[in-house]
Every structure is written in C-alpha cells, then in structure tokens.
C-alpha cells in the first residue's frame, strides 16, 4: 500500500519540540518593513516566509509561533500591508511576513509593483530556507493560491502549506479540504511533501511548525 501523498506533519519528538520551544522563547523583534530590494536586511541568518491571501490568518499565527500578541499587526483591512515585514526569532532566524495576496481593492499598478517585489525577493534570497503557504481549513486552494505556488515553483523554493483555522470546520469537512489541498500540490514541484495542520486560537500545530522552523538546515 503506497503511503498518502502530502500526509499531515506529525508531532515532534520531546527533545525536537523542546527545540523549537526554545527558538521561540528567545526575544522576538520587528525588525522592519520593506518595500524594495535595496532595503532587504542582511542575509546574516536563516530565513523562512510566510505567505497567504489576506485574511487568512497569517499575522494570528505569526503571534501564535511567537508567543507575543501583538507582534504582527493583524489589520482589519485586508491587503493593508504592502511591506515585506522582517521579524527576529532567536539569534539565528529571521521571520519574513509577506504581504496578503488576492485582495482587489489595491489599484493595479500597486499590485503589479509588490509581485515584482515578490518574485525577486523569492529568487534573489539565499538565506530563504522554505517558505510557508497558508490556506484556509475552510476554503481550501483557490486560484489565487495557484498563483503564488507556480511563483515559488518557478523561484525553486519549497514550500509547505500550512492549513490554517482548522478548529473552524468538521473532521469531515476538513478531510474533503485536506483531498482538495493534496490534489493541489501534485501539479508543484516545489510543494514539500508534508501538510501542517494548525488553529492558532486552540494552539494546534503551533509545537510542530515552531519544531520544522528549528531545524530547518
């Protein structure tokens, strides 16, 4: 029996959690926002992304991974940040919020110049060790998510797909959602062959992502 494509990330093992526990424990700081290549911090430490469509949850579970509430501002006006923001975890990580996608209300030229941004953030960062994609438990992958996964497949960085809000649906719901996800990632190359499951308001998947960012090589 050939094992499930894209099973669900399991719990760490005590001493990996205790890891990431730890990464995280550690001071975490806003760094800054930046809106042109020339302004990206130096590439002195490791680096992971987070991307999703707005309203996704994405600011929620950056506070989550961090313990600190208030530390990504979780606008009320979706796509309100443009900014590429940079966050310390430790003395080793960089956290790197990316701005919400699939909002209408930014005017076209805006747009156009943050995917510019994007792209070349995405090819040009060397210290870039994954990128994490969030979907929504009661949405699944829609076709601005395809979008920003052919990106990551083109820039050639992998990405894992975090399920986010997973306490907002039924098992059932979410079983049909998990398929529509995984059927998804099949036509990605850079897709990681792993799914995390997390609803930040309950703390799941919070022990698991925080492990998979601490030992990241």
């Not at 990431?20 to 590439?43: H, I, Q, W």
């Not at 995917?115 to 601005?144: E, P, W």
């Not at 050639?156 to 997973?166: D, G, I, W, Y």
């Not at 907002?168 to 062959?193: F, G, I, N, T």
Request: charge should be neutral; charged fraction near 25%.
């Amino acid at each position: 029996m050939t094992a499930l494509p894209f099973p669900i990330a399991e719990d760490p093992d005590p001493q990996v959690a205790e890891q990431g526990r730890l990464l995280f424990a550690g001071e975490t700081e806003f760094v800054k926002g930046v809106v042109a290549m020339s302004g990206l911090p130096d590439p002195d430490r490791m680096e992971v992304c987070f991307a999703g469509r707005s309203n996704v949850g994405k600011s929620t579970l950056i506070n989550a991974l961090t313990g600190m509430k208030a530390l990504a501002r979780a606008s009320n006006t979706p796509g309100r940040t443009q900014e590429i923001n940079f966050f310390t975890a430790g003395d080793s990580h960089y956290l790197v919020d990316l701005p919400g996608y699939g909002f209408a209300n930014a005017p076209l030229p805006v747009v156009e110049k943050w995917q510019r941004l994007l792209k070349q953030y995405l090819q040009g960062r060397q210290t870039l060790r994954r990128a994490f994609v969030l979907i929504d438990a009661r949405h699944g992958v829609k076709k601005v998510d395809n979008e920003i996964l052919s990106l990551l497949d083109s820039a050639a960085v992998t990405f894992q797909v975090v399920l986010t809000k997973a306490d907002k649906v039924k098992e059932k719901e979410r079983e049909q959602v998990l398929d529509q996800v995984r059927a998804a990632l099949s036509k990605h190359p850079a897709a990681y062959p792993e799914i995390v499951v997390t609803s930040s308001e309950k703390g799941w998947g919070i022990p698991t992502l925080r492990a998979i960012i601490a030992t990241l090589e």
